[in-house]
């Protein structure tokens, strides 16, 4: 039977380590840190500001919800929006998506004729893609995910995300352009 000897293997192990060099927790040689982009921060203040005001999410059957002041945009979001970490420039691109997004619960596409359908359909893909330019503008990459989460807050409900899926059939096999939004933050 034939013996391996681990000693020179042992002997290679520890001649590598460099006794007179300790290992340091110097930050200049630690790794790199992850940057934490201008969106993701967003996205995590908009995920704690809904944590703090999920009970007053507005779950009614109600489609367009309560909107008491009257800006286009729900209550309950505009709550969540308003205690999000972030400057007032950032809540006026969020306040501008959220209402685009509102504004699809405004429109009846049963009582609509398939032409109105598509009118109407027209100038929320309008509305969607400048105020998501806006965003785009305002936040940088990663502005999406922002995006997605405002769509979860405001489709909150079976009667919403059924409505959002009815004007989606009216936009199958519709062309949307999504050029000509220069100054696309409507900042008022």
């Given at each position: 039977?034939?013996?391996?000897?681990?000693?020179?293997?042992?002997?290679?192990?520890?001649?590598?380590?460099?006794?007179?060099?300790?290992?340091?927790?110097?930050?200049?040689?630690?790794?790199?840190?992850?940057?934490?982009?201008?969106?993701?921060?967003?996205?995590?203040?908009?995920?704690?500001?809904?944590?703090?005001?999920?009970p007053q999410l507005?779950?009614?059957?109600?489609?367009?919800?309560?909107d008491g002041d009257?800006?286009?945009?729900?209550?309950?979001?505009?709550?969540?929006?308003?205690?999000?970490?972030?400057?007032?420039?950032?809540?006026?691109?969020?306040?501008?998506?959220?209402?685009?997004?509102?504004?699809?619960?405004?429109?009846?596409?049963?009582?609509?004729?398939?032409?109105?359908?598509?009118?109407?359909?027209?100038?929320?893909?309008?509305?969607?893609?400048?105020?998501?330019?806006?965003?785009?503008?305002?936040?940088?990459?990663?502005?999406?995910?922002?995006?997605?989460?405002?769509?979860?807050?405001?489709?909150?409900?079976?009667?919403?995300?059924?409505?959002?899926?009815?004007?989606?059939?009216?936009?199958?096999?519709?062309?949307?352009?999504?050029?000509?939004?220069?100054?696309?933050?409507?900042?008022?």
């Amino acid at each position: 039977m034939k013996r391996i000897s681990l000693y020179p293997l042992l002997l290679l192990i520890l001649s590598g380590c460099d006794s007179d060099n300790p290992v340091t927790n110097d930050p200049r040689t630690s790794a790199p840190t992850e940057t934490v982009t201008l969106a993701e921060s967003v996205k995590q203040s908009l995920e704690v500001s809904y944590s703090n005001h999920a009970p007053q999410l507005d779950r009614t059957e109600s489609l367009e919800g309560t909107d008491g002041d009257g800006n286009g945009v729900r209550d309950d979001i505009d709550l969540i929006i308003s205690g999000t970490d972030v400057d007032e420039t950032v809540k006026q691109a969020l306040t501008q998506h959220a209402k685009s997004l509102q504004n699809e619960m405004k429109v009846d596409w049963d009582s609509l004729s398939e032409e109105e359908s598509k009118a109407a359909m027209r100038q929320l893909s309008s509305d969607s893609i400048s105020s998501k330019r806006c965003l785009m503008e305002t936040l940088g990459s990663g502005f999406s995910k922002v995006t997605r989460t405002l769509k979860a807050l405001t489709y909150n409900t079976k009667a919403r995300t059924m409505h959002y899926l009815k004007g989606n059939n009216v936009a199958n096999g519709m062309a949307f352009s999504v050029g000509g939004h220069d100054n696309a933050c409507d900042l008022r």
